[in-house]
Nanobody, 121 residues
């Protein structure tokens, strides 16, 4: 059994910053990639940023230059540093981990419960 748990959301003023963390734990065999997705009210879930265990990154155009994703492979943890936040960034941010478990050695997507990020004055 595995768990994916996010932390670090909250309320921030426009122009502010937040750092999200997401840790995967349990019977992990290997992690291929981890990433962040977000869903705002009334909108579809969208990719924010992903990173492979080798460090290759991919960002949504709307966050390039403002958000930075990083991974600590030893801790099975991914981080999302968010700068210059604006109200359009308000959403539930969900962590994804594409990994194989000890029992089932095929890559499967696992999701966290999500953490709320609200950008408002």
């Amino acid at each position: 059994q595995v768990q994916v748990v996010e932390s670090g959301g909250g309320l921030v003023q426009p122009g502010g910053s937040l750092r999200l963390s997401c840790a995967a734990s349990g019977s992990i065999f290997s992690i291929y990639a981890m990433g962040w997705y977000r869903q705002a009210p009334g909108k579809q879930r969208e990719l924010v940023a992903t990173i492979t265990s080798g460090g290759s990154t991919n960002y949504a155009g709307s966050v390039k230059g403002r958000f930075t994703i990083s991974i600590d492979n030893a801790k099975n943890t991914v981080y999302l540093q968010m700068l210059s936040l604006n109200p359009e960034d308000t959403a539930v941010y969900c962590c994804n981990a594409r990994m194989a478990t000890i029992d089932r050695r095929v890559l499967v997507d696992y999701w966290g419960q999500g953490t709320q990020v609200t950008v408002s004055s």
